[in-house]
């Protein structure tokens, strides 16, 4: 199972929207709506920030939402703000019944 | 609370065996799967793989198949992570994580153990 596809980076300034996309195959995100982000800082451990496509767990800011068409991902980061400067990962439910990680992508806040 | 509590970091030399752990706390240890992930270096995350405690159901990644071996002691409500003889790319940060709230969602993650490996 190869690696789902992100850019390896994006920046923005402060307040803009910047878009982050995901791409697999039919075998993970095109077969399931359990697509999920993670957001991570440095030397901290991962964390959720949307699940099965859309979701925000409870506590995540409204800035963040998810969405999906075909084999592509994408999380979008609406009014950017300094603390959104991280390193962000989908991954998906696949055919094999495990899961796969994107590459990874590097939001800077400009 | 719900908790994960990873063992503490390890330096090891090549070859040697290692077994790091991930305690589970405020939740039924033996309802939920958990899974490791790999983080090497300046690099991406790595699915490794996945238990299920109660019957020790275990999924592997191929990278990872036959390298590692999961396991848990529901007894204790915790999971681990083996090498029978590591290698320099082993060095890595090891996370275990669990899908509480869903079944296809990772929402609660340990703090990470540090796997050093150098002759």
């Not at chain 2, 077994?19 to 991406?44: A, D, E, L, M, N």
């Amino acid at each position: 199972q190869s690696a789902l596809t992100q850019p390896a980076s994006v920046s923005g300034s402060p307040g803009q929207s910047i878009t982050i996309s995901c791409t697999g195959t039919s075998s993970d995100i095109g077969g399931y709506n359990h697509v999920s982000w993670h957001q991570q800082h440095p030397g901290k451990a991962p964390k959720l920030i949307i699940c099965d496509v859309s979701n925000r767990p409870s506590g995540v800011s409204t800035r963040f939402s998810g969405s999906k068409s075909g084999n592509t991902a994408s999380l979008t980061i609406s009014g950017l703000q300094a603390e959104d400067e991280a390193d962000y990962y989908c991954s998906s439910f696949t055919s094999s019944r495990l899961y796969v990680f994107g590459t990874g992508t590097k939001v800077t806040v400009l | 609370e719900v908790q994960l509590v990873q063992s503490g970091a390890e330096v090891k030399k090549p070859g040697e065996s290692l077994k790091i752990s991930c305690k589970g706390s405020g939740y039924i240890f033996t309802s939920y799967w958990i899974g490791w992930v790999r983080q090497t270096p300046g690099k991406g995350l790595e699915w490794m793989g996945i238990i299920f405690p109660v019957n020790s159901d275990t999924k592997y990644n191929s990278p990872f198949q036959g390298q590692v071996t999961i396991s848990a002691d529901k007894s204790i409500s915790t999971a681990y992570l083996q090498w029978s003889g590591l290698e320099a790319s082993d060095t890595a940060m090891y996370y275990c994580a669990i899908a509480l709230n869903g079944k296809f969602y990772w929402d609660y993650w340990g703090q990470g153990t540090l796997v050093a490996v150098s002759s």
